[in-house]
């Protein structure tokens, strides 16, 4: 597989989407309502496991209304966690996730959420795309967030040829410069939702096609 330039695709999506995709946010821009701290990042990317993301923006806006911050959410009791984010699905098993979280945070990282990966690894539901959203968008560390919309479209497009996110992750931080590493998430999201749909691609409206093994099969 030939190497492709992801700087350039990159570049190429940027006038589209602007400041792109982020865990709970309007494809508008960052909510003004909660700071883009690592506690509403973290509560949000966790949130935003297996939902849609208007379903997100509703539980993380209800539940921050109630509980902004880690020792209130450490203090909250779980059945009314488990209502006030009922929108973005799974409410019980997430509601646990979080207060448990936060309770963590609260007794050993004294209120603070830890900036390494393997820290992170270690809360309840913190796979390595909730830890790399969480040092992307609220610590500004240079990070390659997988989610499905970046592993179906690295792989439509033949950035990378993998089965495993994990692996994903790896590979396009191998082709890509660090200082770019940040954009891979927040424009290839809000491409998989605005042109690359999963189901039926809107390859004609595609400023990328032209870098695209999906499309070249096509022709």
């Known amino acids: 597989m030939a190497a492709k330039d992801v700087p350039r695709i990159l570049d190429a999506l940027k ?21 883009n701290d690592p506690f509403h990042v973290l509560m ?31 203090s909250a009791d779980p059945e009314r966690v488990s209502a006030l984010v009922r929108p973005a699905g799974f409410p019980r098993q997430k509601a646990k996730a979080l207060v448990e979280c936060c309770r963590v945070l609260r007794d050993e990282w004294g ?15 913190v796979g390595r795309k909730t830890a790399a959203c969480v040092r992307a968008y609220a610590m500004g560390i240079p990070s390659v967030c997988v989610d499905t919309h970046v592993h179906r479209i690295s792989n439509l497009m033949g950035l990378v040829d993998t089965k495993d996110p ?15 590493w940040m954009d891979i998430n927040r424009y290839l999201v809000r491409h998989g939702q605005e042109i690359c749909l ?5 390859c004609e409206r595609c400023p990328v096609s032209g870098h695209c093994d999906h499309f070249s099969s096509r022709a």
Not at 111 to 125: A, F, I, N, R
Not at 169 to 178: D, G, S
Request: hydrophobic share 30%; no cysteine; proline share 11%.
């Open 44 to 74: 949000a990317t966790i949130l935003s496991q297996r939902t849609r993301d208007e379903n997100t923006r509703k539980a993380s806006d209800a539940l921050f209304s109630e509980f902004p911050t880690v020792d209130a959410l450490a």
């Open 198 to 202: 999963p189901r039926k691609p809107r």
């Open 15 to 35: 006038p589209l989407y602007g400041d792109g995709a982020f865990p709970g946010r309007s494809a508008e821009g960052l909510s003004p309502k909660w700071p």
């Open 166 to 180: 994990n692996k994903t992750e790896e590979a396009l931080m191998a082709i890509t410069p660090r200082e770019r």
């Open 111 to 125: 209120g603070e959420v830890p900036t390494g990966t393997e820290d992170l690894l270690t809360l309840p539901m």
